[in-house]
Protein backbone atom coordinates (compact mmCIF):
# COMPACT_ATOMS: atom_id res chain seq x y z
CA UNK A 1 0.00 0.00 0.00
CA UNK A 2 1.11 3.45 -0.17
CA UNK A 3 2.58 5.84 2.64
CA UNK A 4 -1.07 7.94 2.17
CA UNK A 5 -3.34 4.56 2.88
CA UNK A 6 -0.97 3.74 5.43
CA UNK A 7 -0.82 6.82 7.57
CA UNK A 8 -4.58 7.31 7.13
CA UNK A 9 -4.94 3.62 8.48
CA UNK A 10 -2.83 4.73 11.62
CA UNK A 11 -4.69 7.52 12.20
CA UNK A 12 -7.60 5.77 12.22
CA UNK A 13 -6.29 2.90 14.54
CA UNK A 14 -4.92 5.75 17.58
CA UNK A 15 -8.70 7.77 16.93
CA UNK A 16 -10.58 4.33 17.55
CA UNK A 17 -7.91 3.28 20.48
CA UNK A 18 -8.35 6.40 21.97
CA UNK A 19 -12.13 5.92 22.04
CA UNK A 20 -11.65 2.25 23.39
CA UNK A 21 -9.65 3.68 26.13
CA UNK A 22 -12.29 6.24 27.19
CA UNK A 23 -14.80 3.29 27.73
CA UNK A 24 -12.75 1.56 29.95
CA UNK A 25 -12.01 4.73 31.91
CA UNK A 26 -15.83 5.26 32.23
CA UNK A 27 -16.17 1.79 32.86
CA UNK A 28 -13.70 1.48 35.48
CA UNK A 29 -15.80 4.84 37.25
CA UNK A 30 -18.98 2.24 37.80
CA UNK A 31 -16.57 0.37 40.25
CA UNK A 32 -15.81 1.03 43.36
CA UNK A 33 -12.66 -1.19 45.24
CA UNK A 34 -12.07 -0.54 48.93
CA UNK A 35 -8.24 -0.13 49.96
CA UNK A 36 -8.17 -2.74 52.45
CA UNK A 37 -10.06 -6.28 53.00
CA UNK A 38 -13.45 -6.56 55.53
CA UNK A 39 -17.12 -7.49 55.61
CA UNK A 40 -19.14 -5.22 53.48
CA UNK A 41 -22.49 -3.90 55.34
CA UNK A 42 -26.10 -3.05 54.01
CA UNK A 43 -26.75 -1.16 50.83
CA UNK A 44 -27.94 2.10 50.46
CA UNK A 45 -28.43 2.76 46.77
CA UNK A 46 -30.23 0.50 44.35
CA UNK A 47 -29.30 -0.32 41.33
CA UNK A 48 -29.64 2.04 38.47
CA UNK A 49 -29.08 5.13 40.78
CA UNK A 50 -26.62 7.99 39.97
CA UNK A 51 -23.99 8.08 42.57
CA UNK A 52 -21.31 10.70 43.25
CA UNK A 53 -17.92 10.76 45.28
CA UNK A 54 -20.04 12.13 48.30
CA UNK A 55 -22.76 9.47 48.17
CA UNK A 56 -22.77 6.77 51.01
CA UNK A 57 -22.94 3.11 49.20
CA UNK A 58 -22.23 0.69 51.65
CA UNK A 59 -20.32 0.34 54.87
CA UNK A 60 -17.14 -2.29 54.91
CA UNK A 61 -15.38 -3.04 58.23
CA UNK A 62 -12.44 -4.57 59.09
CA UNK A 63 -12.49 -6.61 62.15
CA UNK A 64 -9.30 -8.56 62.81
CA UNK A 65 -7.33 -6.51 64.18
CA UNK A 66 -9.63 -4.25 66.04
CA UNK A 67 -8.70 -1.04 68.19
CA UNK A 68 -10.27 -0.82 71.24
CA UNK A 69 -10.77 2.92 72.62
CA UNK A 70 -11.34 3.74 76.54
CA UNK A 71 -10.58 6.67 78.98
CA UNK A 72 -8.79 6.34 81.92
CA UNK A 73 -8.69 8.55 85.08
CA UNK A 74 -5.71 11.02 85.57
CA UNK A 75 -4.75 9.51 88.79
CA UNK A 76 -3.26 6.36 86.83
CA UNK A 77 -1.64 8.39 83.84
CA UNK A 78 1.81 7.40 85.13
CA UNK A 79 0.64 3.14 85.35
CA UNK A 80 -0.52 2.94 82.18
CA UNK A 81 2.31 2.52 79.32
CA UNK A 82 2.44 1.40 75.96
CA UNK A 83 2.17 -3.11 75.75
CA UNK A 84 0.16 -2.94 78.97
CA UNK A 85 -2.42 -5.84 78.85
CA UNK A 86 -6.35 -4.70 78.72
CA UNK A 87 -8.75 -6.86 79.56
CA UNK A 88 -12.47 -6.64 78.25
CA UNK A 89 -16.33 -8.16 78.00
CA UNK A 90 -18.84 -6.90 75.57
CA UNK A 91 -22.74 -7.59 75.82
CA UNK A 92 -23.73 -11.22 74.03
CA UNK A 93 -19.98 -12.43 74.39
CA UNK A 94 -19.04 -15.27 76.74
CA UNK A 95 -15.71 -14.79 76.95
CA UNK A 96 -13.40 -12.28 78.25
CA UNK A 97 -11.33 -11.06 75.60
CA UNK A 98 -7.99 -9.34 75.70
CA UNK A 99 -5.83 -6.76 73.81
CA UNK A 100 -2.41 -4.53 74.30
CA UNK A 101 -1.90 -0.77 74.01
CA UNK A 102 -0.28 0.62 71.42
CA UNK A 103 -1.32 4.82 71.82
CA UNK A 104 -1.83 6.78 74.64
CA UNK A 105 -3.01 10.59 74.20
CA UNK A 106 -0.20 12.80 75.48
CA UNK A 107 -2.61 15.06 77.44
CA UNK A 108 -5.60 14.83 80.05
CA UNK A 109 -9.38 15.80 79.10
CA UNK A 110 -9.93 18.99 80.73
CA UNK A 111 -13.58 18.24 80.89
CA UNK A 112 -13.57 14.60 81.53
CA UNK A 113 -10.30 14.58 83.55
CA UNK A 114 -9.37 11.39 82.25
CA UNK A 115 -6.80 9.84 79.31
CA UNK A 116 -8.00 8.53 76.08
CA UNK A 117 -5.84 5.04 75.33
CA UNK A 118 -6.16 2.75 72.39
CA UNK A 119 -5.51 -1.08 72.38
CA UNK A 120 -5.43 -3.18 69.58
CA UNK A 121 -7.26 -6.71 70.00
CA UNK A 122 -7.36 -9.64 68.10
CA UNK A 123 -10.49 -10.42 66.45
CA UNK A 124 -10.02 -13.79 64.10
CA UNK A 125 -13.17 -15.21 64.47
CA UNK A 126 -14.85 -12.14 63.78
CA UNK A 127 -16.89 -12.23 67.37
CA UNK A 128 -16.35 -8.71 68.07
CA UNK A 129 -18.36 -6.12 66.82
CA UNK A 130 -17.07 -2.47 65.63
CA UNK A 131 -18.91 -0.01 67.71
CA UNK A 132 -19.88 -1.85 70.76
CA UNK A 133 -19.72 -0.92 74.29
CA UNK A 134 -16.89 -2.90 76.54
CA UNK A 135 -16.69 -3.34 80.57
CA UNK A 136 -12.47 -2.93 80.64
CA UNK A 137 -10.44 -3.95 83.53
CA UNK A 138 -6.44 -2.52 83.16
CA UNK A 139 -3.99 -3.93 85.66
CA UNK A 140 -2.53 -0.28 86.81
CA UNK A 141 -0.34 -1.96 90.18
CA UNK A 142 0.25 -5.54 91.53
CA UNK A 143 0.85 -6.94 95.06
CA UNK A 144 2.79 -9.56 95.57
CA UNK A 145 1.70 -11.97 98.12
CA UNK A 146 -1.23 -10.03 99.13
CA UNK A 147 -3.77 -11.28 101.54
CA UNK A 148 -7.31 -10.38 100.57
CA UNK A 149 -10.03 -10.98 102.98
CA UNK A 150 -13.91 -10.82 101.84
CA UNK A 151 -15.19 -6.67 102.24
CA UNK A 152 -17.98 -8.40 104.10
CA UNK A 153 -15.40 -9.75 106.98
CA UNK A 154 -14.45 -6.01 107.92
CA UNK A 155 -15.37 -4.31 110.81
CA UNK A 156 -15.08 -0.61 110.95
CA UNK A 157 -15.26 1.12 114.27
CA UNK A 158 -14.26 3.39 116.17
CA UNK A 159 -10.22 3.35 116.57
CA UNK A 160 -9.67 1.14 113.67
CA UNK A 161 -10.59 -2.01 112.03
CA UNK A 162 -11.53 -5.74 113.08
CA UNK A 163 -11.95 -9.01 111.69
CA UNK A 164 -13.70 -12.21 113.57
CA UNK A 165 -11.70 -15.24 113.14
CA UNK A 166 -12.18 -18.58 114.01
CA UNK A 167 -9.31 -20.44 117.07
CA UNK A 168 -9.61 -23.85 118.35
CA UNK A 169 -13.54 -23.84 117.03
CA UNK A 170 -14.00 -20.50 118.98
CA UNK A 171 -14.78 -16.95 117.46
CA UNK A 172 -12.15 -14.32 118.13
CA UNK A 173 -11.65 -10.74 117.37
CA UNK A 174 -8.53 -9.12 115.89
CA UNK A 175 -7.26 -5.89 114.63
CA UNK A 176 -6.27 -5.52 111.58
CA UNK A 177 -4.41 -2.91 109.41
CA UNK A 178 -5.78 -2.36 105.59
CA UNK A 179 -4.54 -1.41 102.62
CA UNK A 180 -5.99 -1.69 98.79
CA UNK A 181 -9.71 -2.30 98.68
CA UNK A 182 -12.29 -3.59 95.83
CA UNK A 183 -16.17 -3.97 95.56
CA UNK A 184 -15.58 -7.70 96.86
CA UNK A 185 -12.14 -7.93 98.98
CA UNK A 186 -10.03 -5.91 101.65
CA UNK A 187 -5.72 -6.34 101.72
CA UNK A 188 -4.93 -7.07 105.15
CA UNK A 189 -1.69 -5.53 105.66
CA UNK A 190 -1.31 -7.02 109.45
CA UNK A 191 -3.17 -8.74 111.65
CA UNK A 192 -3.50 -11.37 110.25
CA UNK A 193 -1.63 -14.46 108.70
CA UNK A 194 -2.04 -16.92 105.81
CA UNK A 195 -4.29 -20.25 106.76
CA UNK A 196 -6.45 -18.19 109.17
CA UNK A 197 -10.14 -18.52 108.98
CA UNK A 198 -12.10 -15.45 108.52
CA UNK A 199 -15.69 -15.43 109.73
CA UNK A 200 -18.41 -13.91 106.59
CA UNK A 201 -21.50 -14.25 108.57
CA UNK A 202 -23.29 -13.20 111.44
CA UNK A 203 -20.73 -10.69 112.55
CA UNK A 204 -23.33 -8.27 114.30
CA UNK A 205 -24.18 -11.24 116.90
CA UNK A 206 -20.94 -12.69 117.12
CA UNK A 207 -19.33 -12.81 120.79
CA UNK A 208 -15.59 -14.06 121.89
CA UNK A 209 -15.39 -17.36 122.87
CA UNK A 210 -19.07 -18.57 121.23
CA UNK A 211 -18.58 -21.80 119.18
CA UNK A 212 -18.19 -21.73 115.41
CA UNK A 213 -18.12 -24.60 112.61
CA UNK A 214 -16.77 -23.72 109.52
CA UNK A 215 -19.31 -23.77 107.16
CA UNK A 216 -17.36 -24.10 103.54
CA UNK A 217 -14.27 -22.92 101.68
CA UNK A 218 -13.31 -20.28 98.65
CA UNK A 219 -9.44 -20.72 98.94
CA UNK A 220 -9.19 -17.52 97.17
CA UNK A 221 -10.38 -15.35 99.99
CA UNK A 222 -9.72 -17.34 103.17
CA UNK A 223 -12.40 -19.89 105.02
CA UNK A 224 -15.99 -18.35 105.87
CA UNK A 225 -17.65 -19.62 109.12
CA UNK A 226 -21.25 -20.46 110.35
CA UNK A 227 -21.97 -19.66 113.80
CA UNK A 228 -23.21 -22.50 115.63
Known amino acids: MSQDTYDGALAELNVLQAELDLVEARLAQTQVRAPFSGVIGLRYISEGAIVTPQTRIATLQRRSPMKLEFALPERYTAQVTLGDAVRFSVAGAADVATGTVYAIEPRVERDTRTLLVRARV????????????????????????ALPVPAIAVVSELGGRRVWTVQDGQAQQRRVETGIRTEAAVQITSGLAPGDTVITSGLQSLRAGQPVRVADLDASLGESGEVE
Do not use: R
Open 122 to 145: PNPDGALLPGAFADIEVLVDEIAD
